[in-house]
């Protein structure tokens, strides 16, 4: 298949090499104009790279050049076929050179220089004809072509004109060796670089990048000089070299940054030369965010400096933010839970995502009822609330609700959506929105033919026992999947306690939404209420669904009716609740999801756990107590106990008093 391709290729360029160079020109430019409107494909990807590029530019202004694109592209290609079978003394006529003083500046100071080329308008020409305009020695760092007859082709075209080749799978000793000569050697730089490449914004956009121009030059001392080839009409053409970068005092990343910057300044002159049918800012696969990528992201250094490693991590969090301003969001689409336990167990992933790559834009897709929570994570940077649907045809509406939400993601452009729940419609809902990348568990109901990234478990060896361990891992390890780092950091947000009062206040949770295995006895809890209260001056708020307020109301009579007992289950928005609890000294509660909003918002909690497992599902943190007494039948994991309520009616109001009072001492909160 090779060989074939190869004399298919020889035989065009026989064709080719007969006509008149401008008249190659024109069919190429004619077959391209064609292209444009055959190739969609392509033709969107150059929609997109443009609109990346030139976003202030209207949408005409960019379908205008992405045509001119089409039509430049395979007219040069078709030119450079034809100038490789012409003399050599004929094309330095087709060729005006600017900038060649900055070529003889170098030469006559005997320093090498590294020719960093791109993809811009004839680049074979700039080949062809460096031996030619060049003062110095040059050569050309060479990859080796699949199609080896390809390869030994281009290789006797360009050492017959006297240049030099250097493979870059055989090392670069020899390229260094003919830099530090004084000599001059050409290195492509502006096609996606892969796992190798250090990520750096190319117009706004982070893009992985080959270091190797920098490596050159910090390794012989020769300058960096951006060159282009610009087309300048039919059969003429523009050679220019921009000022020459000095490596000195520089290093790697920066190196890279600027010879970025330049390139910028040669694709803004004639926008339609640059190779634009290639995915430039190419998203990598399965590492999506860059945290772990050997050679990191390099940013534009800001006035403030580098982060001190010593002021804090919150502080490292903000001048982050500030260095990556500039650049263009990686907008990444993560749909939350939809039970409120659930998606606080999910805000640790959330926030290491978010810190995976400094353009990483997170907006969660949320239940209505629960967006309040994630707009107290700084990490979150947009919140896209939804109302399930309620009453009359309720199930035939949740079969519609995927199309509805899809509307309303598609004018975001996410390039990215990280789907929490395991569920078939939050699959559906990111695939019938056209997000390219679809990331979660393979969950259920066939979901996995929505996605196009799965995180699959590893599978234990059979003799080996499953560890138990809390679900909040389950989370981090589809973060850890798409490349961010897990480091240990507080599962509380940042929450100064509210001013010392004459008394203690506590918020009470009796409820569990999961059914009545998990809720300890109503007069439980007044007896606590009881016996605390005779030991210390304090006040008791009662929270839950509207569900709980019976329950609420029997405590409260159990308890006698106190003045020191409010009632709120039933009354509170989530944004109340969240007032409540940060106004608490702590929270008795069963396991609930408002146990684990207490614990975000670093409020102490004292949890009583009977038919669940608090490995899997306890607070997170340091400020709580579990209470839980082991029994034969425990964690069953049921929603109604089938037998005698055991593991509940084991645990004590007296221990849960003195453990109360206990981790309000420990916590620093009693007074």
Not at 513 to 534: C, H
């Amino acid at each position: 298949m090779g060989l074939l391709v190869y004399w298919l290729y020889r035989a065009l360029g026989g064709i080719i090499g007969k006509l008149p160079l401008r008249t190659v020109m024109r069919l190429g430019r004619t077959l391209g104009w064609i292209g444009y409107w055959v190739a969609g494909g392509y033709r969107r990807m150059v929609m997109r790279n443009l609109e990346i590029a030139f976003p202030e530019k209207r949408l005409r202004e960019r379908r205008y050049i992405a045509r001119e694109h089409f039509c430049t592209l395979v007219g040069n290609l078709f030119a450079a076929e034809k100038i490789g079978r012409m003399p050599q003394e004929q094309l330095r006529e087709l060729v005006t050179v600017q900038g060649l003083n900055v070529l003889e500046e170098q030469a006559a100071a005997k320093r090498g220089m590294v020719m960093v080329i791109s993809h811009i308008g004839n680049w074979e020409l700039l080949a062809q004809l460096s031996p030619i305009v060049f003062p110095v020695k040059c050569g050309s760092v060479y990859q080796q072509l699949g199609n080896r007859h390809m390869d030994a082709h281009i290789r006797a075209v360009r050492g017959r004109i006297g240049l030099e080749l250097f493979e870059r799978k055989e090392g670069l000793n020899a390229a260094v060796e003919l830099l530090r000569k004084g000599g001059c050697v050409g290195v492509l730089m502006d096609q996606h670089a892969g796992d190798a490449g250090i990520w750096c914004p190319l117009f706004g956009r982070l893009a992985s990048t080959t270091s190797l121009p920098a490596l050159l030059a910090l390794r012989s001392g020769a300058v960096l000089v951006p060159a282009a080839m610009h087309t300048d009409g039919l059969g003429r053409w523009k050679m220019v070299f921009d000022e020459a970068i000095d490596p000195k005092g520089g290093d790697v990343g920066q190196l890279t940054l600027k010879l970025n910057g330049a390139l910028e300044k040669q694709i803004a002159r004639k926008p339609a030369d640059w190779f634009w049918v290639h995915n430039r800012w190419k998203t990598p696969t399965p590492k999506f965010l860059l945290a772990t990528y050997k050679r990191g992201v390099v940013l534009p250094k800001t006035p403030n400096g580098p982060v001190d490693a010593e002021a804090g991590e919150l502080f490292a969090f903000v001048q982050r933010q500030v260095d990556a301003a500039r650049l263009q969001p990686f907008r990444i689409l993560i749909r939350s839970s939809n039970w409120l336990g659930d998606a606080v167990m999910t805000i640790p992933a959330v926030r290491a995502i978010k810190r995976g790559r400094p353009d990483a834009h997170i907006t969660v897709l949320s239940p209505a009822k629960l967006a309040e929570i994630w707009q107290l994570v700084p990490e979150v940077d947009e919140v896209i609330p939804f109302e399930a649907p309620k009453g009359l045809f309720r199930q035939l509406r949740l079969l519609f609700q995927p199309w509805t939400i899809a509307r309303r993601l598609k004018p975001y452009h996410f390039e990215v959506a990280i789907l929490l729940p395991n569920s078939l419609r939050t699959a559906a809902e990111v695939w019938l929105a056209g997000i390219p990348r679809r990331v979660g568990y393979p969950g259920h109901g066939g979901r996995v033919l929505l996605l196009n990234q799965v995180f699959r478990e590893k599978k234990k060896k059979k003799k080996e026992p499953k560890k138990p361990e809390h679900q909040v891992n389950h989370y981090l390890r589809l973060a850890e999947f798409v490349g961010a780092e897990i480091p240990e950091v507080p599962f509380a947000l940042p929450n100064p306690w509210r001013a010392p009062g004459k008394y203690l206040r506590f918020a009470v949770c009796p409820g569990a939404e999961y059914g009545g295995a998990k809720r300890w006895m109503p007069e439980g809890f007044a007896e606590v209420i009881k016996t605390v209260s005779m030991a210390r001056e304090c006040q008791w708020t009662l929270v839950g669904t509207f569900k709980d307020r019976t329950v609420a109301e029997e405590i409260v009579k159990l308890a006698g009716e106190p003045d020191n007992v409010e009632n709120r289950c039933g009354q509170t928005t989530l944004s109340q609740l969240i007032g409540i609890l940060r106004g608490s000294d702590a929270l008795l509660t069963n396991d609930t999801g408002t146990m684990h909003l207490a614990a975000l918002l670093g409020v102490p909690t004292v949890s009583i756990f009977g038919s669940t497992e608090p490995v899997l599902t306890g607070p997170l943190g340091t400020d709580h107590t579990v209470l839980r007494h082991q029994v034969e039948c425990s964690p069953c994991f049921l929603r109604e106990c089938p037998i005698d309520f055991r593991c509940m009616k084991a645990i004590t109001p007296r221990e849960v008093a003195q453990a109360l009072l206990v981790r309000v001492v420990r916590s620093g909160t009693g007074r």
